[in-house]
T-cell receptor
Framework: DGGITQSPKYLFRKEGQNVTLSCEQNLNHDAMYWYRQDPGQGLRLIYYSQIVNDFQKGDIAEGYSVSREKKESFPLTVTSAQKNPTAFYLC????????????FGPGTRLTVL | QKEVEQNSGPLSVPEGAIASLNCTYSDRGSQSFFWYRQYSGKSPELIMSIYSNGDKEDGRFTAQLNKASQYVSLLIRDSQPSDSATYLCAVNGDNTNAGKSTFGDGTTLTVKP
């Protein structure tokens, strides 16, 4: 089955900890994205990558970091510098930059204890 | 002013009625427009994409685009209780920023049996 997987589904972080969220796709998509969603709000772009070994900051990149070493994988690290990380994190991918129909993974719900 | 604005909702319609969801955007150079459906606690699912002025129909869904008015809408005919969800409008950037989508905050639709 082709698709996007995210793990873990639920994640709990202590104050001062860095955590890494996994995102893997087997759709052979070039572009991948990370979004954050807070209750009752839309999606806000954290980082996106159009090609391996390259990525761009989105609207709310502070306190987050990413890597794109493989086409299939785009992990997101939430660092201790992110002061309010509790949110629903969504990873997406798309086949081509110009059309940008995005397909989403199931999401990771992060809670700070 | 937000880049992508949607009716704040919630919107409630009786089963079998037409639901009309609206979205306006500020970037006149926008190229691609999308509607996603998001059930509570789940990730967004692409339901419609539209790239040129006019109407695009897919089953019970019709997307309408008017670039001159910077307006895109989604009509759901013969609404069913299973259509109850939050609908997100997304707008893709102009040619210099085509890899980046901006999402509205969503409109929550409830279809009452």
């Amino acid at each position: 089955d082709g698709g996007i997987t995210q793990s873990p589904k639920y994640l709990f972080r202590k104050e001062g900890q860095n955590v890494t969220l996994s995102c893997e796709q087997n759709l052979n998509h070039d572009a991948m994205y990370w979004y954050r969603q807070d209750p009752g709000q839309g999606l806000r772009l954290i980082y996106y990558s159009q090609i391996v070994n390259d990525f761009q900051k989105g609207d709310i990149a502070e306190g987050y970091s990413v890597s794109r070493e493989k086409k299939e994988s785009f992990p997101l690290t939430v660092t201790s510098a992110q002061k309010n990380p509790t949110a629903f994190y969504l990873c997406a991918s798309s086949i081509a930059k110009s059309y940008n129909e995005q397909f989403f993974g199931p999401g990771t719900r992060l809670t700070v204890l | 002013q937000k880049e992508v604005e949607q009716n704040s909702g919630p919107l409630s319609v009786p089963e079998g009625a037409i639901a009309s969801l609206n979205c306006t955007y500020s970037d006149r150079g926008s190229q691609s427009f999308f509607w996603y459906r998001q059930y509570s606690g789940k990730s967004p699912e692409l339901i419609m994409s539209i790239y040129s002025n006019g109407d695009k129909e897919d089953g019970r869904f019709t997307a309408q685009l008017n670039k001159a008015s910077q307006y895109v809408s989604l009509l759901i005919r013969d609404s069913q209780p299973s259509d109850s969800a939050t609908y997100l409008c997304a707008v893709n950037g102009d040619n210099t920023n085509a890899g980046k989508s901006t999402f509205g905050d969503g409109t929550t639709l409830t279809v009452k049996p």
